[in-house]
Each structure stands twice: as C-alpha cells, then as structure tokens.
C-alpha cells in the first residue's frame, strides 16, 4: 500500500492535511485532518471518507478536473508575481497554499490518467487560451498598485469558490469531491485574507 501526504496551507498557516492511502486495487481511504487557519488562529476539523475503487471519470469530470489545475496555477502565478512586487507577506503564504492546492489537483490527474494542463509550464505559460487571457488581464489590473492587487486575488478567490461549487456538484468520486471541498474551504479563507487587507 503506497501512501501519500498532501500538506494544505491556508491564509495563515498550515491549515490540512490530507492522507490518502491506496492499494492497487480495493477501496481507498481518505483522511483530512488538521488545523484550519483563520486569521492566525485555526479550529481542527477532521473527516475520513471511504473510497471504494477509483471509478472512471466522465468526460465533463475530466474536463473539471484539468480545468482546476489551470485555476490554481492561474492564482499560484499572480500571487508570485505579486510577491515580486510588494511587501505584503500575503502574497507568499497564499502563493504557497496555491501551490500546494495545484499539487493536491495534479495527483488526482495521475490518479484518474487525465492530461496535465499545466505540465512543464513556467510562471504566467498557459495551454489553456482563456486562462493565459485571465491571467493577463488580471497581472495587468494588479500591476497598478498593491490595493489594485488585493482586489485582483478578491476577483480570482470568487472565481474558484464559484467554480469549485460547479464541479463539486457533478463530481461522483469520494476523494475527487473531497480535495475540491477543501481546496474550496481554502479559497473562502483567502478571500477573507484579501478583504482584511482591503479593509485596512
């Protein structure tokens, strides 16, 4: 049995942890646990799930799947760039959660045997023409000042809450459903990252 740890970092911390631990055939298990950051401050929240034999994706949760490694590579990108060019410390923690997020994704397309949209791809490279133009036009907004920037990372959070919702609802697979659950929680405690900067 081959098991893997996928670290989830939110806004402040380290905020999951996942396990996911599967044979080559029989069911699998999925575990989250860990402390959810806040602001600085975490709650614990744990779940387990069963999966029972990886069945195939369909042609729509395919297309969700490689569709969420582009998401976040498109925040990952920004926030680097923006990491770059402002003092925040935001900037790099959430960058790093993005980064782990993409990992979290890129498992699950090997896992399921879907192409990697984002494969060998460097900062702001994109297979994809709809996320190279998202990501353009929003590096060019947040390029204007670090408020400007701060409602960029606000605009790309909502996106993936939104998208996430859409592909949570049509995904059938245990720990398909349960990585875009909390990359999804991740999201939300971004977005209030970004507010509490914007409120300032």
């Known amino acids: ?25 029989g069911p699998a298990t999925v575990a989250a646990a860990g402390p959810q950051a806040r602001g600085g401050t975490g709650t614990c929240a744990t779940c387990t799930a069963t999966v ?7 042609a729509v949760q395919a297309a969700d799947l490689a569709a969420m490694a582009d998401e976040e590579k498109v925040a990952r990108d920004l926030y680097r760039a923006f990491a770059a060019r402002y003092p925040s410390p935001v900037w790099d923690t959430i960058a790093a959660a993005e980064n782990t997020h993409l990992t979290a994704i890129r498992t699950l397309l090997t896992r399921y045997g879907v192409a990697d949209p984002t494969a060998g791809r460097a900062d702001g490279s994109f297979a994809s ?10 590096l060019a907004t947040g390029s204007a000042n670090e408020v400007a920037a701060f409602g960029v990372g606000r605009t790309v959070e909502l996106d993936d809450i939104a998208k996430l919702d859409a592909a949570i609802a049509r995904a059938t697979q245990t720990d398909v459903r349960q990585v875009y659950t909390n990359l999804r929680s991740g999201s939300v405690q971004h977005l209030r990252a970004f507010d509490r900067q914007l409120a300032r």
């Open 1 to 25: 049995m081959k098991k893997l740890t996928l670290p989830f970092i939110g806004a402040g911390a380290a905020a999951l942890a996942f396990s996911i631990a599967a044979g080559a055939a």
């Open 52 to 58: 029972v034999a990886a069945t195939p994706l369909t």
């Open 129 to 138: 023409s709809s996320a190279k133009a998202m990501y353009d036009g929003l």
